[in-house]
């Protein structure tokens, strides 16, 4: 028997106090440390008394937004993993496998070397139509044929076009070097040097995409018994399904077209959350939202001294942090067949 | 009085016919068994009973209502279904999983209430399984966790309960557990159930009905004495067999040949007046 880490209600509430304040401290440590430390103070006074200092526009315009960012997109990605592990019964699916990744990456580079885009404002777009589009194609190949979606189904789609965009993304790439420097930065994933306005264009949807999840949660919770289950229980599941998709698209849509493909942390938040709470969906989805948050701000924080005074880009972090764990999560067989 | 009637049922499994123009009605509060070989459709017939298959062409009616025009969360008020070896997610414990029963009571401003709480525990305590409820279900044994479904479709407080082979990869001990928990809800509670079984002989034990599928419809239905017949097994199993009374029960109880012990060395040969039964049938066939 599985025995949770926070098994009653009070140790639950309890245990997401503690992430208010680990998210807390990430927000403002994301904002202090760095290759020029400040303080908490400064900050403040970035604010509050603007001084047009050198100090306050690094606040306003790189740290701040960078620390939002982060925990945003962290809690996004945590979000969306949560639900599909949830909506496929597969521990180890990820994000990437809807292809939205490779979606958005091919968007960005043929928007660079086709129409020599090469702003960020303009990849934010870019982004979000390419993996919109991808995720829709995902889906809508996964729901071909006489059972509708399944989760096999779901994988080989996502596999197919994930090959098939990265294919066209390499033949952009190799025949058009202009366009591999203007997009390298962003393909490696990244929360630093955005501006806020690229958050605050996508953040409605994410706000709304996870308050959705949220009130999901207990169909969700019956969908996992198993399709013909739901049914039988009176479930409409066909609806429950795309909805969960939908929810899942527009969420890494959103966090890809801010900060770039970023990996692991929509495969690893989920499996904290359960090792902590147990796999109840509505506490799966709260404690993947706040856990997802955390880790990526402090990742992008580790990022920082890693390679000082250079910067360890957030997708490689994640990796390094993500990959031992995956693992470790397969040798441990808590993949069911 | 009828149940479930199915009317010029017709079903598909992608492009073969499964089950052809098929006029069927199971009575209400009895115990009904579907038998049949292997790929017969009983189990597509049972499922498209619960509507989670759609029929090609015909009606299927719950109690007289057409179950393609009633709202799905209507029919769960109604109607349980337990699906063949279903899977619970990792973790669960058996009261999360008997809760989801109450799924088609509940809606966004109904959510859990006393009486939610009263079927839940009464399902817990009809299948014995009130001292295990705080158990993972994937940590229970075979016979426990079908328990713990059974409980599940319980709670759901259904006049009709239709079971796909509820009974399949348990041992002896816990198919009779299984069947008798079943057998004391039919008896006590009158409630209406509809199952897959492969065994015959408990099929036989335990049914007021027996519904035998072949060649995509019906052979014979009724009580088993009248059903489970040696021309009953043949046609509808292609086996000659013995049917003889059950010795605690009396209910038909079918004995197949073989060739197993035929040639064996140290085995015994049939004996002589079976031989004689057999040749016969196999002079007539």
Same mark, same amino acid.
């Given at each position: 028997?599985?025995?949770?880490? =926070?098994?009653?209600?009070? =140790?639950?509430?309890? +245990?997401?106090?503690?992430? !208010?304040?680990?998210?807390?401290?990430? &927000?403002?440590?994301?904002?202090?440390?760095?290759?020029?430390?400040?303080?908490?103070?400064?900050?403040?006074?970035?604010?509050?008394?603007?001084?047009?200092?050198?100090?306050?526009?690094?606040?306003?315009?790189?740290?701040?937004?960078?620390?939002?960012?982060?925990?945003?997109?962290?809690?996004? &990605?945590?979000?969306?993993?949560?639900? =599909?592990?949830?909506?496929?019964?597969?521990?180890?699916?990820?994000?990437?496998?809807?292809?939205?990744?490779?979606?958005?990456?091919?968007?960005?580079?043929?928007?660079?070397?086709?129409?020599?885009?090469?702003? &960020?404002?303009?990849?934010?777009?870019?982004?979000?139509?390419?993996?919109?589009?991808?995720?829709?194609?995902?889906?809508?190949? /996964?729901?071909?044929?006489?059972? /509708?979606?399944?989760?096999?189904?779901?994988?080989?789609?996502?596999?197919?076009?994930?090959?098939?965009?990265?294919?066209?993304?390499?033949?952009?790439?190799?025949?058009?070097?202009?366009?591999?420097?203007?997009? !390298?930065?962003?393909?490696? +994933?990244?929360?630093?040097?955005?501006?806020?306005?690229?958050?605050?264009?996508?953040?409605?949807?994410?706000?709304?995409?996870?308050?959705?999840?949220?009130?999901?949660?207990?169909?969700?919770?019956?969908?996992?018994?198993?399709?013909?289950?739901?049914?039988?229980?009176?479930?409409?599941?066909?609806?429950?399904?795309? !909805?969960?998709?939908?929810?899942?698209?527009?969420?890494?849509?959103?966090?890809?077209?801010?900060?770039?493909?970023?990996?692991?942390?929509?495969?690893?938040?989920?499996?904290?959350?359960?090792? !902590?709470?147990?796999?109840?969906?509505?506490?799966?989805?709260?404690?993947?939202?706040? =856990? /997802?948050?955390?880790?990526?701000?402090?990742?992008?924080?580790?990022?920082?001294?890693?390679?000082?005074?250079?910067?360890?880009?957030?997708?490689?972090?994640?990796?390094?942090?993500?990959?031992?764990?995956?693992?470790?999560?397969?040798?441990?067989?808590?993949?069911?067949? | 009085?009828?149940?479930?009637?199915?009317?010029?049922?017709?079903?598909?499994? /992608?492009?073969?016919?499964?089950?052809?123009?098929?006029?069927?009605?199971?009575?209400?509060?009895?115990?009904?068994?579907?038998?049949?070989?292997?790929?017969?459709?009983?189990?597509?017939?049972?499922?498209?009973?619960?509507?989670?298959?759609?029929?090609?062409? +015909?009606?299927?009616?719950?109690?007289?209502?057409?179950?393609?025009?009633?709202?799905?969360?209507?029919?769960?008020? #109604?109607?349980?279904?337990?699906?063949?070896?279903?899977?619970?997610?990792?973790? &669960?414990?058996?009261?999360?999983?008997?809760?989801?029963?109450?799924?088609?009571?509940?809606?966004?401003?109904?959510?859990?209430?006393?009486?939610?709480?009263?079927?839940?525990?009464?399902?817990?305590?009809?299948?014995?399984?009130?001292?295990?409820?705080? #158990?993972?279900?994937?940590?229970?044994?075979?016979?426990?966790?079908?328990?713990?479904?059974?409980?599940?479709?319980?709670?759901?407080?259904?006049?009709?309960?239709?079971?796909?082979?509820?009974?399949?990869?348990?041992?002896?001990?816990?198919?009779?557990?299984?069947?008798?928990?079943?057998?004391?809800?039919?008896?006590?509670?009158?409630?209406?159930?509809?199952?897959?079984?492969?065994?015959?002989?408990?099929?036989?034990?335990?049914?007021?009905?027996?519904?035998?599928?072949?060649?995509?419809?019906?052979?014979?239905?009724?009580?088993?004495?009248?059903?489970?017949?040696?021309?009953?097994?043949?046609?509808?199993?292609?086996?000659?067999?013995?049917?003889?009374?059950?010795?605690?029960?009396?209910?038909?109880?079918?004995?197949?040949?073989?060739?197993?012990?035929?040639?064996?060395?140290?085995?015994?040969?049939?004996?002589?007046?079976?031989?004689?039964?057999?040749?016969?049938?196999?002079?007539?066939?």
């Amino acid at each position: 028997m599985i025995k949770n880490l =926070l098994g009653s209600t009070p =140790l639950k509430l309890g +245990g997401l106090f503690v992430c !208010l304040v680990l998210l807390l401290a990430g &927000l403002i440590g994301s904002v202090i440390f760095g290759v020029v430390d400040t303080s908490w103070h400064v900050a403040i006074d970035a604010y509050t008394q603007f001084d047009g200092s050198n100090e306050h526009i690094v606040i306003r315009e790189v740290r701040v937004p960078r620390a939002l960012i982060a925990g945003a997109v962290g809690a996004s &990605l945590a979000i969306a993993g949560a639900l =599909l592990q949830a909506m496929t019964r597969n521990p180890l699916a990820d994000v990437g496998i809807f292809g939205i990744n490779a979606g958005a990456s091919f968007a960005i580079v043929f928007g660079a070397a086709v129409f020599a885009m090469n702003s &960020l404002g303009e990849f934010t777009t870019l982004s979000f139509i390419g993996a919109a589009l991808s995720g829709v194609l995902v889906y809508f190949l /996964g729901a071909l044929g006489r059972e /509708g979606i399944t989760p096999l189904k779901l994988t080989l789609a996502g596999a197919a076009v994930t090959a098939m965009f990265s294919s066209f993304t390499h033949a952009i790439l190799v025949t058009n070097e202009q366009a591999l420097n203007d997009v !390298l930065f962003w393909l490696a +994933g990244s929360v630093a040097g955005r501006k806020l306005e690229m958050l605050t264009g996508v953040f409605p949807y994410m706000l709304l995409a996870w308050i959705v999840a949220f009130l999901m949660a207990r169909p969700i919770n019956t969908f996992m018994m198993g399709e013909d289950v739901a049914k039988g229980l009176g479930q409409r599941t066909v609806l429950v399904k795309a !909805l969960a998709g939908l929810l899942i698209v527009l969420l890494s849509a959103c966090s890809v077209a801010v900060s770039g493909p970023i990996g692991f942390i929509g495969l690893v938040t989920p499996h904290l959350a359960r090792y !902590l709470i147990g796999s109840d969906t509505r506490w799966v989805l709260v404690y993947s939202g706040f =856990l /997802g948050a955390i880790l990526l701000l402090f990742a992008d924080i580790l990022g920082r001294f890693i390679a000082m005074p250079g910067e360890v880009p957030i997708g490689v972090m994640t990796a390094l942090m993500g990959a031992p764990f995956f693992i470790y999560v397969v040798r441990k067989g808590l993949v069911r067949a | 009085m009828v149940a479930l009637e199915t009317q010029n049922l017709t079903l598909t499994y /992608g492009e073969s016919l499964i089950i052809d123009q098929l006029n069927l009605q199971i009575p209400k509060g009895k115990i009904t068994v579907l038998i049949g070989s292997n790929g017969c459709g009983k189990s597509t017939l049972l499922r498209s009973m619960a509507r989670l298959l759609k029929p090609k062409e +015909g009606n299927i009616l719950l109690d007289g209502q057409a179950i393609a025009t009633t709202p799905t969360k209507e029919i769960a008020k #109604r109607l349980a279904i337990l699906p063949q070896s279903p899977t619970a997610p990792e973790g &669960l414990t058996v009261q999360q999983l008997v809760k989801q029963g109450r799924y088609p009571h509940q809606n966004w401003l109904k959510q859990w209430t006393t009486e939610d709480e009263a079927m839940v525990n009464e399902a817990l305590e009809s299948t014995g399984m009130t001292e295990l409820k705080d #158990r993972a279900v994937d940590s229970l044994s075979g016979g426990q966790r079908q328990r713990a479904w059974i409980a599940m479709t319980l709670a759901q407080g259904t006049e009709t309960i239709l079971l796909d082979e509820p009974t399949t990869y348990l041992d002896m001990t816990h198919q009779v557990e299984v069947l008798d928990i079943l057998f004391e809800l039919n008896q006590t509670q009158k409630r209406t159930i509809i199952m897959v079984l492969h065994d015959l002989n408990l099929a036989c034990r335990y049914a007021d009905h027996i519904v035998a599928l072949k060649d995509k419809t019906v052979y014979a239905q009724g009580h088993p004495t009248e059903t489970i017949t040696p021309d009953t097994v043949r046609a509808v199993f292609s086996m000659d067999a013995e049917i003889i009374p059950d010795p605690i029960y009396g209910t038909p109880m079918c004995i197949p040949y073989s060739r197993g012990r035929i040639g064996r060395k140290g085995g015994t040969q049939p004996h002589a007046h079976h031989v004689a039964i057999s040749t016969a049938v196999g002079q007539f066939a």
